[in-house]
């Protein structure tokens, strides 16, 4: 069982910076692909960054590339969203997901994660 305990929200003006991470705990951090989403009300849960299991290979959402990087401490067991630019639009929810099962590269879609996070509130004010 992989517990997942995000921290870091906050709230900010827009153009400001915040920096979220989650700690790992149960599992062997090292083999799980890593994700972050966000659940603004109303709305799906929505894919945000990605991270393979060594960290070599990230992906990102057209929203938030350039302004967003996701990295890894596999030492630490945990993953971090560094945001930077913020917008009010990037209000929301933000969770961490890790997928347990093999995995090669990055993974983008809600279903393909196993372990969730409780999440972190993350608001920008304009």
């Known amino acids: 069982q992989v517990h997942l305990v995000e921290s870091g929200g906050g709230l900010v003006q827009a153009g400001g910076s915040l920096r979220l991470s989650c700690a790992a705990s149960?599992?062997?951090?090292?083999?799980?692909?890593m994700g972050w989403f966000r659940q603004a009300p109303g709305k799906e849960r929505e894919f945000v960054g990605a991270i393979s299991k060594t960290g070599g290979i990230t992906d990102y959402s057209t929203s938030v590339k350039g302004r967003f990087t996701i990295s890894r401490d596999n030492d630490k067991s945990t993953v971090y969203l560094q945001m930077n630019s913020l917008k009010p639009e990037d209000t929301a929810v933000y969770y961490c997901a890790a997928r347990s099962i093999y995995s090669t590269g990055t993974y983008s879609l809600v279903k393909q994660y196993d372990y969730w996070g409780q999440g972190t509130q993350v608001t920008v004010s304009s």
């Open positions: 149960g599992g062997t951090f090292g083999r799980y692909a």
